[in-house]
């Protein structure tokens, strides 16, 4: 199994990134996704998730009305569209999988990670 995150970058405050993760063995439509991000000199913290059906979304309140989480399954990638962004964005940005319905806004509760791709907000 293997996720690939990609599409971070350098973009200046209030610009826009959207950020993917493309997985090989398995599928995002048996798992549930989440990102979760890492700051430099603070702990990996959620961010967002999706179901394995894609019918419930969670989004951390900081990023909520700037984010949004979707997944193509045809493409088999989960994408992460931010919005709006602030140099508090800045990190790390880390997808996961689960084959677990509930708690998939922890950490803790996910199987398979990615590599992370890092995304700088400039103010």
């Known amino acids: 199994v293997q996720l690939q995150a990609s599409g971070g970058g350098l973009v200046q405050a209030g610009g826009s990134l959207r950020i993917s993760c493309a997985a090989s063995?398995?599928?995002?439509?048996?798992?549930?996704t989440g990102w979760f991000r890492q700051a430099p000199g603070k702990e990996r913290e959620f961010v967002s998730a999706?179901?394995?059906?894609?019918?419930?979304?969670y989004y951390a309140d900081s990023v909520k009305g700037r984010f949004t989480i979707s997944k193509d399954n045809a493409k088999n990638t989960v994408y992460l569209q931010m919005n709006s962004l602030k140099p508090e964005d800045t990190a790390v940005y880390y997808c996961?999988?689960?084959?677990?319905?509930?708690?998939?806004?922890?950490?803790?509760?996910?199987?398979?990670w990615g590599q992370g791709t890092l995304v700088t907000v400039s103010s």
């Open positions: 996961a999988a689960t084959r677990s319905i509930l708690d998939i806004q922890r950490e803790q509760t996910y199987d398979y």
């Open positions: 999706i179901s394995r059906g894609g019918g419930s979304i």
């Open positions: 063995g398995l599928t995002f439509s048996s798992f549930a």
